[in-house]
Each structure stands twice: as structure tokens, then as C-alpha cells.
């Protein structure tokens, strides 16, 4: 399956996740292109895949990330089609929207047509040991929803 992995991070937390996910995508023999959402041309190319992964922080109180402003903007004028999308992202508990980019983005995802497959996985601040089971489990969960889908 050809996967992209896209992501924002300003802490290389997200950035950290991002690695994370990778490294057991490619454990699964998976197609894998990785790209900041900086350097993003345009949110077409987030359609190129079988799979898209979308990795954030929250900023503020619940807000998407500046440097994704452009993507997420023309993400508004777009059909998704029914693309399959996995949603990640890093936050802080301390503030009241925990990865509160990632429930924006699944809303604005799902109402221009496209699906968001498994539950967005929220890490908080940077993934230590511990998390990598859960990073784990995710990957595995929304490769086989999506594998279901496409078969």
C-alpha cells in the first residue's frame, strides 16, 4: 500500500510521533513518502495515497497549528472523495481542548466527503517508551480498515 505521512511540529513532538509510525509502516513492507505540512504545495497531493496520515499540534486552546492554515484552508473548497485519512497528534493535558486540532480536522475532513479511519491518536507532548505500543496498535488498526475498504 503507498502511505503518506504528513505532519506540523513546532517541538518535534508530532514530529517524533511521525517517526514512530513510520518506522512500523515500513516494518509492514508499506510504500511510505513522507512531508512537513510546511512544505505542502498543495492539499491535492494529501490525496495521493491509499492512506493519508495527518500529525499535528494543537495551538492555543483547541486551534490548528499557523503552518497548517494553508492546507486546512484549502481542505474547506475540496472533495475528499471517501480518501482515507488517520489522524495523530501531540497537546497538552493542561489545556481544556486536549489535541483539539485533531477533532477541527477530523470534522473538517469528514464534512468534505472524506473518512477518517480509527480514532485519532493523542499523545502528550513527546512519545516515550510507553506510547510506542499505542502508536503500534493504531498503525495496525487503520492499515486493516483501510485494507478492508480497498479489498
Known sequence: MKIGVFYASMTFNTEAIADLIIEELKKQN??????????????AELLDYDLTYVGMYTWGDGEYPDECLDVTDEL????????????????DTAYPEFCGALDLLKDLIEGQGGVTVGESLRIEFDPEPEDEEAI?????ETVAKVEKIKA
Open 136 to 140: 503500534q496498535q493504531f498503525v495496525a
Open 30 to 43: 508499506h510504500e511510505v513518502e513522507v512531508k512537513n505540512l510546511v512544505d505542502v504545495d498543495s492539499a
Open 76 to 91: 474547506e473548497q475540496m472533495d475528499l472523495k471517501k480518501h482515507p485519512f488517520a489522524l495523530f497528534g501531540s497537546g
